[in-house]
């Protein structure tokens, strides 16, 4: 009974606003309890549906955020896994390079497992993290090109050109190097005239690499069915640090009789 009288005096002062809002002159307020149960009732619903809504949004973000980690995570894990695949590619191909000297060249032999050891030693050190410096990536190919030119003849070319103004942009470890072995693979003859042309540029505002390399008869085939690991991993690689932000291209050009690959990279310097 209390709890009604209470509920009567809070009804009245109600209706003694609205009497004061619409009275008409000449027509006193008639207080509709109906009408004022019927409104604070609607507005309790209304309350209740904001915070349904509420807890329901907070759902959803949390749920969003937890997507968003097991995303990360998830890209993570498969980055760890290409980078794993691609440095035993590597250091295999190195070794298949070394062990082909031991019969010829004694000492060219011992000259590239110290090479090599140096260039491990980058591998396993300075790649740990998700990015390293433009610098360190061009002394790395510079020690791979090195190790190279021991097991091919003298008169084949080999350009790498760092054009002026780079700036040490931070990098993806070992993001060129595929591309770069792909040249040597498939861009050296030991019997016509080849050569193999590595052009690292800044322009733009963009990173740019270029590989070049000889193509022989049959060799665009080739290159078309042999998909190698490395060059799989790095497009996927690509795909994953720099989504919508690089370009590339690989393709032989018939003209020049070559087998060209551009890679353009959008850089965040933070």
């Known amino acids: 009974m209390v709890q ?11 209706n003694e606003i609205f009497a004061k809002l619409y009275d008409k002159p000449g027509k006193p307020y008639v207080p509709n309890y109906h009408w004022t149960k019927t409104w604070i009732t609607g507005l309790s619903i209304l309350a209740l549906a904001l915070s349904y809504v509420s807890v329901i949004a907070k759902r959803l973000q949390k749920k969003q955020l937890a997507y968003e980690i097991s ?4 890209v993570g894990a498969e980055l ?18 070394i062990y082909a000297l031991m019969d010829t060249n004694v000492k060219s032999a011992k000259t590239s497992i110290y090479s090599l050891s ?17 610098f360190k990536e061009m002394e790395f190919i510079e020690d791979y090109i090195a190790l190279m030119k021991v097991r091919i003849a003298g008169d084949v070319q ?3 050109d760092k054009k002026p103004g780079l700036r040490d942009l931070p990098v993806a470890p070992m993001l060129f190097l595929p591309f770069i072995e792909n040249a040597f693979k498939h861009g050296i003859s030991a019997v016509n005239p080849s050569y193999v042309y590595i052009e690292i540029a800044e322009k733009d505002g963009k990173l740019m690499l270029e590989v070049r390399n000889s193509l022989f008869v049959g060799l665009a085939k080739q290159l078309e069915d042999d998909k190698g690991i490395g060059v799989v991993n790095t497009r996927r690689r690509l795909d994953l640090i720099y989504p ?27």
Not at 6 to 13: E, M, N, R
Not at 71 to 74: A, F, S, V, Y
Not at 258 to 264: A, G, Q, R, W, Y
Request: charged content about 25%.
């Open 4 to 14: 009604a009288n209470i509920w009567f005096a809070d009804t009245i002062g109600i």
């Open 71 to 74: 995303e990360k995570e998830r």
């Open 80 to 97: 760890a896994y290409l980078k794993a695949q691609i440095n035993p590619h590597f250091l295999f191909n190195t070794l298949h390079t």
């Open 118 to 134: 140096h260039m491990m030693r980058y591998v396993l050190y300075d790649t740990k993290n998700e990015q390293t410096s433009l």
């Open 158 to 160: 080999v350009i790498f």
């Open 244 to 270: 919508n932000k690089y370009e590339l291209t690989a393709e032989p050009d018939d003209f020049a009789k070559e087998f060209v690959v551009t890679l353009t990279l959008t850089i965040d310097e933070h």
